[in-house]
């Protein structure tokens, strides 16, 4: 994970902090909307994803965007969330494509193919 943050930070110029939210906030979305096979794959591929989406659920904070972000709504609810915790419009599509790639890396286009495919609007950001 923290060769991941480490890519973030300089693509995004996101802190550490803010850019391990990030990631765990995309992976806590991929798990609940993604096709379940591949994300717990792709969970798997990368230590200390799972601890990083248990992070990005506590200590609140959010404000209106993260209570939109909570209450569902897709990829725009996504980047509600992220803005929440402060990650930029221009930031957010510069974060994916880092975490795509990474994830492609790690898990493989056979897991990441499904799980882009089966979200609409996400091919976007990635």
């Given at each position: 994970m923290e060769e991941l943050i480490a890519r973030v930070t300089q693509k995004t110029g996101l802190d550490q902090a803010t850019a391990r939210k990030a990631i765990g906030i995309i992976l806590a979305y991929l798990q609940k909307e993604g096709p379940q096979n591949e994300v717990s794959q792709l969970i798997a591929a990368l230590p200390g994803a799972q601890d990083a989406?248990?992070?990005s659920k506590s200590g609140g904070g959010g404000?209106?965007?993260g209570m939109v972000g909570a209450m569902g709504?897709?990829?725009m609810a996504l980047g509600?969330?992220?803005?929440?915790?402060?990650?930029?419009?221009g930031q957010m599509q510069p974060l994916g494509k880092e975490l795509f790639a990474y994830g492609r890396e790690k898990a493989g286009e056979d897991v990441m193919g499904p799980i882009v495919g089966s979200i609409p609007g996400l091919s976007q950001f990635v």
């Open positions: 989406i248990d992070q404000g209106l965007m709504g897709g990829v509600g969330q992220l803005m929440g915790a402060g990650v930029s419009m």
